[in-house]
């Protein structure tokens, strides 16, 4: 089924585009966390950003980048976090893959509130576990 922002790419639903590429798609969010809240969205609809191809994934970094500095701009050279919600336990509602470019007023809340410490030898331990997966 084609998720919601396969529809705004076929022009099916509106949206406040900010650009379109060959490739990529970026629009405000409709339900902004700040104002300016930006999306940027694969035209392909994949779910996850490791199912996004190899190929493509340099034209989507320079689009993140490129609007992410617009954004900054267009708000006094605002702060910002780029946020992917990759998969329904990070909190991705739309299966489709984006970034989500978050303009971050002074004092606004920090997204990353919750840490944690690692146990004695337990980080070397998640370090080897994520490098055997290269
Ligand atoms: P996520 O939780 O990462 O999947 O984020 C989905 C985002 O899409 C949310 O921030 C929504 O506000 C946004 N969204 C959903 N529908 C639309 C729409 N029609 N136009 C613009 N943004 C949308």
Do not use: W
């Not at 509602?93 to 978050?102: A, D, G, S, Y």
């Not at 840490?115 to 070397?124: F, I, K, L």
């Amino acid at each position: 089924m084609a998720s919601i922002f396969t529809k705004i790419i076929q022009g099916e639903i509106p949206c406040e585009k900010i650009i379109e590429t060959d490739s990529e798609i970026a629009i405000l969010d409709i339900m902004p966390c700040a104002k300016g809240h930006t999306l940027v969205i694969p035209k392909l609809e994949v779910k996850l950003l490791e199912d996004v191809p190899e190929s493509e994934a340099l034209s989507l970094m320079r689009t993140i980048q490129y609007v992410a500095k617009a954004v900054s701009t267009a708000f006094d050279r605002i702060d910002y976090n780029i946020i992917l919600n990759n998969g329904s336990n990070a909190g991705q509602e739309v299966e489709h893959v984006h970034f989500h470019i978050l303009p971050r007023p002074k004092g606004s809340l920090r997204p990353f509130h919750q840490r944690s410490n690692y146990a004695e030898g337990e980080m070397q331990e998640v370090g080897a576990k994520i490098r055997n997966c290269l």
